[in-house]
Antibody
Framework: QVQLQESGPGLVKPSETLSLICTVS????????WSWIRQSPGKGLEWIGYTTDSGKTNYNPSLKSRVTISVATSRNQFSLNMSSVTAADTAVYYC??????????????WGQGTLVTVSS | DIQMTQSPSSLSASVGDRVTITCRASQSISMHLNWYQQKPGKAPKLLIY???SLQSGVPSRFRGSGSGTDFTLTISSLQPEDSSTYFC?????????FGQGSKVEIK
């Protein structure tokens, strides 16, 4: 059964770059879309973007200018980089597997989440 | 972006009650609608996908229905462990978007 685990710094200074890694265990990165989602009290749940195992990406237009999601298939990992962060980027960041079918597309499973605080 | 609006934002009900949460999309999303349950400090957990398909391992008291713009999550007989926040999410078009959540408390 696939499991995901986020890792990275819990504190980032304003204007710097937030970097997180999601490690996938129990399965390969093939077929699915691997996503980053964040949750803050002010903005609720917000989908950030996804990558596939081939490196195809799709980003939320509201964040696209600051976000890069990349994949490292040999390590079964994908990563998030978000530049020029501000306090508004303080949130719990989740990685999740997205499955797409004719019925719908859904996030399952999710990682446990990691809190990233933007502060000097 | 497709806006997802849930109601109510919160509710309080007794064990055994039937509970209904609604989710409305700002445009038709066919049946590309999912429901998640989130407990404090935990990640969301998939309950329902494709508007009405029950995720494996989820109790049958949870039921999803609807299509187009209006959807419903029903808990047929509320249990203490159902105290959580519930979110809907559309996957009809990117950016994929979520409702603001509906918090269910036990009286």
């Amino acid at each position: 059964q696939v499991q995901l685990q986020e890792s990275g710094p819990g504190l980032v200074k304003p204007s710097e770059t937030l970097s997180l890694i999601c490690t996938v265990s129990g399965g390969s990165l093939s077929i699915y879309y691997w996503s980053w989602i964040r949750q803050s009290p002010g903005k609720g749940l917000e989908w950030i973007g996804y990558t596939t195992d081939s490196g195809k990406t799709n980003y939320n237009p509201s964040l696209k200018s600051r976000v890069t999601i990349s994949v490292a298939t040999s390590r079964n990992q994908f990563s998030l980089n978000m530049s020029s962060v501000t306090a508004a980027d303080t949130a719990v960041y989740y990685c999740a597997k997205f499955t797409y079918s004719s019925l719908s597309g859904w996030f399952d499973p999710w990682g446990q989440g990691t809190l990233v605080t933007v502060s000097s | 972006d497709i806006q997802m609006t849930q109601s109510p934002s919160s509710l309080s009900a007794s064990v055994g009650d039937r509970v209904t949460i609604t989710c409305r999309a700002s445009q038709s999303i066919s049946m590309h609608l999912n429901w998640y349950q989130q407990k404090p400090g935990k990640a969301p957990k998939l309950l329902i996908y494709g508007a009405s398909s029950l995720q494996s391992g989820v109790p049958s008291r949870f039921r999803g229905s609807g299509s187009g713009t209006d959807f419903t999550l029903t808990i047929s007989s509320l249990q203490p462990e159902d105290s959580s926040t519930y979110f809907c999410q559309q996957s009809y078009a990117t950016p994929w978007t979520f409702g603001q959540g509906s918090k269910v408390e036990i009286k």
